[in-house]
């Protein structure tokens, strides 16, 4: 029995999986889970001095099963202090039937990419198709992958504010984004000014505290909260949720980590008051959007799932193109 497994690098990840395929891959995964094709997720979540360890575990039954493990340390000091990545960490993807380790990635990739696609598959049904003003807030890699994802799924999107805590890093955004993607993006210095003009927000920061208020976004907006994947990170008013149309990724995860968890303990919603979860959309058994006035926020924390199915097309590309570096384990 072949018992090898593939070491690939971030370069080796970063050519294999490009933004449109991922979509594709987040589409499958989803729908997967609607389907009853995805085996149970687990979350852990480790303080630790200066920083914070996400445990994700799940799979998929493709052919084969596919399972992935992924640990990621959140160190938010991390590039400023030791010009390491602030989210650093591993994918290890296993044959589900055999339990045998088939690869070991980095995660930088697949989690910036992953998060960003899944984005850009909820708009595809949940924000109006006419959409032309964005608001990104966090200003960091994720802000301009979300950004990316956007523009594919959304080609009417012309004019993009960047908000950030720190203005250097929403300028930087705006100049760089505005000349890869032809479009205008400008650094906003007033939130408010910029949500009251979008159709499109989305919050992708470490934010411990909510800043997106109820007030402050208008009728037919969509909503991406990213940035929540931890019990005390909190990006939007618990009043903005139990107000709209909530969607989520995974029910019992939001609860759990994201900003369901907030609205939850605030006691302004119950699990009952969400619309439902992402795949149950994709795989048309329940409803998206469904008129243009209706504020639609999708609260994403972030599931072993994307992480699986991304890893498993790297994986499968990777063996196909003869890329990475082969280990046996048990010599």
Same mark, same amino acid.
């Given at each position: 029995?072949?018992?090898? #497994?593939?070491? $690939?690098?971030?370069?080796?990840? !970063?050519? =294999? =999986?490009?933004? &449109?395929?991922?979509?594709?891959? #987040?589409?499958?995964? @989803?729908? #997967?889970?609607?389907?009853?094709?995805? $085996?149970?997720?687990?979350?852990?979540?480790?303080?630790?001095?200066?920083?914070? @360890?996400?445990?994700?575990?799940?799979?998929?039954?493709?052919? &084969?099963? *596919?399972?992935?493990?992924? +640990?990621?340390?959140? @160190?938010? +000091?991390?590039?400023?202090?030791?010009?390491?990545?602030?989210?650093?960490?591993?994918?290890?993807?296993?044959?589900?039937?055999?339990?045998?380790?088939?690869?070991?990635?980095?995660?930088?990739?697949?989690?910036?990419?992953?998060?960003?696609?899944? !984005?850009?598959?909820?708009?595809? *049904?949940?924000?109006?198709?006419?959409?032309?003003?964005?608001?990104?807030?966090g200003c960091g890699n994720q802000g301009r992958a979300q950004l990316t994802a956007l523009k594919l799924v959304l080609p009417e999107l012309q004019h993009v504010f960047a908000w950030d805590t720190v203005s250097?890093?929403?300028?930087? $955004?705006?100049?760089?984004?505005?000349?890869?993607?032809?479009?205008?993006?400008?650094?906003?210095?007033?939130?408010?000014?910029?949500?009251?003009?979008?159709?499109?927000?989305?919050?992708?920061?470490?934010?411990?505290? @909510?800043?997106?208020?109820?007030? =402050?976004?208008?009728?037919?907006?969509?909503?991406?909260?990213?940035g929540a994947d931890s019990p005390d990170k909190q990006e939007l008013d618990p009043g903005l949720l139990a107000s709209c149309k909530l969607v989520v990724d995974i029910v019992d995860q939001c609860a759990h980590?994201?900003? $369901?968890? /907030?609205?939850?303990?605030?006691?302004?919603?119950?699990?009952?008051?969400? /619309?439902?979860?992402?795949?149950?959309?994709?795989?048309?058994?329940?409803?998206?959007?469904?008129?243009?006035?209706?504020?639609?926020?999708?609260? !994403?924390?972030?599931?072993?799932?994307?992480?699986?199915?991304?890893? +498993?097309?790297? *994986?499968?590309?990777?063996?196909?193109?003869? =890329?990475?570096?082969?280990?046996?384990? *048990?010599?």
């Amino acid at each position: 029995m072949n018992t090898d #497994m593939l070491l $690939l690098r971030r370069s080796d990840v !970063t050519n =294999l =999986l490009s933004l &449109p395929d991922c979509i594709d891959a #987040m589409h499958e995964a @989803f729908t #997967m889970r609607s389907q009853g094709r995805a $085996l149970a997720t687990g979350l852990m979540h480790i303080d630790a001095d200066g920083g914070e @360890f996400h445990i994700k575990g799940g799979g998929l039954r493709m052919t &084969p099963t *596919y399972v992935g493990l992924k +640990a990621n340390g959140g @160190f938010f +000091a991390n590039h400023k202090t030791f010009g390491l990545p602030n989210i650093i960490g591993l994918i290890v993807l296993f044959d589900g039937h055999t339990g045998r380790p088939l690869a070991v990635m980095d995660s930088i990739t697949i989690t910036l990419m992953r998060t960003a696609a899944t !984005t850009a598959l909820a708009a595809r *049904y949940l924000a109006r198709p006419e959409s032309t003003v964005a608001t990104i807030c966090g200003c960091g890699n994720q802000g301009r992958a979300q950004l990316t994802a956007l523009k594919l799924v959304l080609p009417e999107l012309q004019h993009v504010f960047a908000w950030d805590t720190v203005s250097q890093a929403a300028a930087e $955004l705006a100049s760089e984004m505005s000349r890869r993607l032809g479009i205008e993006v400008e650094a906003a210095a007033d939130l408010a000014a910029a949500a009251r003009r979008s159709d499109i927000i989305v919050t992708c920061t470490p934010a411990r505290r @909510f800043f997106l208020r109820k007030e =402050l976004v208008r009728p037919g907006t969509f909503i991406a909260a990213v940035g929540a994947d931890s019990p005390d990170k909190q990006e939007l008013d618990p009043g903005l949720l139990a107000s709209c149309k909530l969607v989520v990724d995974i029910v019992d995860q939001c609860a759990h980590v994201g900003e $369901l968890h /907030h609205a939850l303990d605030a006691k302004v919603m119950t699990i009952e008051d969400v /619309h439902g979860e992402l795949g149950d959309i994709v795989d048309h058994k329940i409803a998206g959007r469904t008129s243009a006035e209706e504020i639609v926020v999708f609260d !994403t924390t972030g599931s072993a799932i994307q992480d699986t199915a991304a890893a +498993a097309m790297v *994986y499968r590309k990777a063996v196909a193109q003869g =890329l990475g570096t082969l280990v046996n384990l *048990y010599e």
